[in-house]
């Protein structure tokens, strides 16, 4: 039998990211592995809160919106500077990145603007939005209140036949790049390509991969892509979303949520809306400041660990635990891609039981989470997981299943949030 113990002592005293995570606040008792839901707290965020309140907006008031040249702190600027800053985290140019809103409400904006795209001079009518059955759940939310509307029709189509179903009505493929219950990973050149081909405009969803898994937009020709700020670039609850749009796309681009701060000149105050260039366009109202702060400290971390060395040990991570699960507690399926570079920084398995397992394990102060209906998933953020952490998760459930522990009625009992 392996000594996983024994490897996981080893690959953490010879882990080259191993000083980062004492850039987070973390219980050392805690074998955090949901990170890829909610990440870590860094420990520069509250200071950074702390200066936002108290200096900023306490002593600078309203003056902290301009220029620090101009005497304030330059909030004004803030979905601008950060979005920079997560460009080159998922390989694109920092003026082609906005940080704003929610994902949600920024696909709304992008599927919008894809669909308009085939309203246009010179363009064959479209209006079908091709995405797959069981993509996350807001993906297909946001396209059926456009469906509703009269301006799409959905179509879902199963992985393995999303390049057949691209016909000639398809105007936009919408897929999450890293499932997010699996975390099976599409081949984004590929699908990319296809969709082209066949006329269509392509959103990337990459909530689950951004911070975790390599992203280069730039060299798969992507037209557009949303992503999320709370999970591996540990923006912290409810953080501010991103959009990303191909500069070939820039001057025609319109979005139906033309609010004051996506004006060409939000203070001219004028009565007609003008777009403002690029990217800056898809800015609707006034940016959340504390929480884009946040968001820029979480960022700022991720960019100094560098995304090469968080792939290399994300990829290990998961595999050791896969391995170990694979041997010691073989009554798990999982249902991830085995090959490491085939899925993103997660993994899960599915059991009859295991939003009880998922509860048990908690209690034991290992944290995981489940997908509906039966999938017991764990994260990898590889700026603070310890192998450790992951040798402990095996362990306990090994445990948990050896001794009934997970057949206490309360950890049948459903909470709001799983």
């Known amino acids: 039998m392996t000594d996983f113990a024994g490897e996981a002592a080893r690959l953490d005293a010879a882990d080259p990211l191993a000083k980062w995570r004492g850039h987070f606040l973390l ?8 990170g890829n839901s909610l990440g870590a707290l860094p420990r520069a965020t509250p200071e950074r809160i702390e200066t936002v309140v108290r200096r900023e907006w306490g002593d600078g008031l309203i003056a902290s919106w301009n220029p620090d040249g101009a005497g304030g702190a330059d909030w004004i600027t803030l979905p601008q500077r950060v979005g920079a800053k997560i460009a080159p985290l998922i390989g694109a140019g920092p003026d082609e990145v906005i940080a704003a809103d929610s994902v949600s409400v920024n696909l709304f904006k992008l ?46 189509a199963p992985r393995e036949h999303l390049e057949a179903a691209l016909d000639k009505d398809v105007a936009l493929l919408l897929l999450t790049h890293v499932h997010y219950k699996t975390g099976a990973m599409h081949d984004m050149l590929r699908l990319t390509r296809a969709a082209h081909e066949a006329g269509a405009l392509v959103l990337w969803d990459l909530s ?53 701060m996506g004006h060409a000149q939000p203070f001219a105050f004028e009565d007609d809306y003008a777009p403002a260039p690029g990217v800056d366009r898809l800015l609707a109202g006034t940016p ?23 792939v290399a040990k994300s990829r290990r991570m998961s595999e050791f635990t896969r391995r170990a699960v694979a041997e ?17 920084s997660q993994l899960s398995w599915r ?5 009880e ?6 209690e034991r102060r290992v944290v995981g989470d489940f997908r509906a209906p039966d999938a017991l998933r764990l994260g990898f953020a590889p700026a603070y997981v310890r192998y450790a952490d992951c040798w402990r998760a095996v362990s306990e459930l090994r445990d948990i299943l050896d001794s009934g522990a997970w057949r206490e009625e309360r950890f049948a009992e459903r909470a709001a949030v799983t």
């Open 111 to 156: 599927v919008s603007a894809a669909l308009a795209h085939f309203r246009g001079d010179g363009h064959r009518r479209r209006k079908v939005v091709l995405s797959e059955p069981g993509n996350f759940p807001t993906d297909l939310y946001m396209v059926d209140g456009l469906e509703g509307q009269g301006l799409a029709t959905r179509k879902l």
């Open 208 to 260: 689950h991969s951004v911070g975790a898994v390599p992203v280069d937009l730039t060299a798969a020709q992507a037209d557009f892509a949303v992503g999320c700020g709370y999970k591996y670039l540990n923006g912290g609850p409810g953080a501010p979303a991103f959009a990303y749009v191909a500069p070939r796309h820039h001057r025609a681009l319109r979005q139906p949520l033309s609010g004051w």
């Open 351 to 355: 059991h009859e039981h295991a939003y």
């Open 27 to 34: 219980d050392d008792a805690v074998a955090y592995l949901d």
């Open 357 to 362: 397992l998922c509860q048990a394990l908690i």
């Open 328 to 344: 010691l507690v073989p009554e798990l399926e999982c249902i991830s891609p085995a090959d490491p570079k085939a899925r993103g």
């Open 288 to 310: 959340p400041v504390i929480q884009m702060s946040a968001l820029e400290e979480g960022v700022d971390l991720i960019a100094r660990i560098g995304m090469d060395a968080l």
